[in-house]
């Protein structure tokens, strides 16, 4: 298996624009995980899905940042409009359990 | 609510010691509890594993951790450190009812020639 892709690995975009990360799952794992991470606040959970369907949000930081999961094999998180404390690595997870998971390579987002 | 804990920003050891990295833990029902790792601009790539059983762990490039229940703790060991050990480090924890990992916020390995 492939493992978790992500895509783009690196985004740069202007300030108010819109901004779409990408993920695929590994193939089977029925849970999808979407995390942050920047050097002030660490690893943050934004959303993660079950079967598809979104379990817990409750990390979404505002209503500019939203995450859907058509179908088991892909998922994205949009922000619009981005703004420069937006810039972060963003990280797609995926599991089999709920509990073990494994992570994408990142999008490295910067917002100017 | 649970929580990991991981004390310090940075350890540094010289090639060939042993490598202790901290990890406490708080849950009001029992933890899974894992280790990550993180190379620079890669993702977390994941050590070990406790979820029931046997205490001691044994992950990957020669890595284990013990579980504490009386000291709340799942240090991460390594008797011999490598150069390629330098990386950054995440004690993780979960519980059955509940799929979020928590992160600690992680600590930065250096390994001395």
């Known amino acids: 298996d492939a493992g978790v892709i992500q895509s783009p690995r690196h985004e740069v975009t202007e300030m108010g624009q819109e901004v779409t990360l990408r993920c695929k799952p590994i193939?089977?794992?029925?849970?999808l995980f979407w995390y942050r991470q920047t050097m002030m606040r660490g690893l943050e959970l934004l959303i993660y899905?079950?079967?598809?369907?979104?379990?817990?949000d409750s990390g979404m930081p505002e209503d500019r940042f939203s995450a859907k999961m058509p179908n088991a094999s892909f998922s994205t998180l949009k922000i619009q409009p981005s703004e420069p404390r937006d810039s972060a690595v963003y990280f797609c997870?995926?599991?089999?359990?709920?509990?073990?998971?494994?992570f994408g390579q990142g999008t490295r987002l910067t917002v100017v | 609510a649970q929580s990991v804990t991981q004390l310090g920003s940075h350890v540094s050891v010289s090639e060939g010691a042993l490598v202790l990295l901290r990890c406490n833990y708080s849950?009001?029902?029992?933890?899974?509890l894992f280790w990550y790792v993180q190379y620079p601009n890669q993702g977390l790539q994941l050590l070990l594993k406790?979820?029931?059983?046997?205490?001691l762990v044994k992950g990957i490039n020669g890595f284990e951790a013990e579980f504490k229940k009386s000291e709340t703790s799942f240090h991460l060991t390594k008797p011999s450190a490598h150069m390629s050990d330098a990386a950054e480090y995440f004690c993780?924890?979960?519980?059955?009812?509940?799929?979020?990992?928590?992160f600690g916020k992680g600590i930065t390995l250096s390994v001395r020639p």
């Open positions: 997870a995926s599991s089999l359990t709920g509990h073990e998971a494994f």
């Open positions: 193939s089977g794992h029925d849970y």
């Open positions: 899905f079950n079967n598809n369907v979104p379990i817990d």
């Open positions: 849950s009001s029902v029992p933890p899974y």
């Open positions: 406790y979820t029931t059983g046997a205490t």
């Open positions: 993780a924890l979960s519980t059955g009812a509940n799929s979020k990992l928590t």
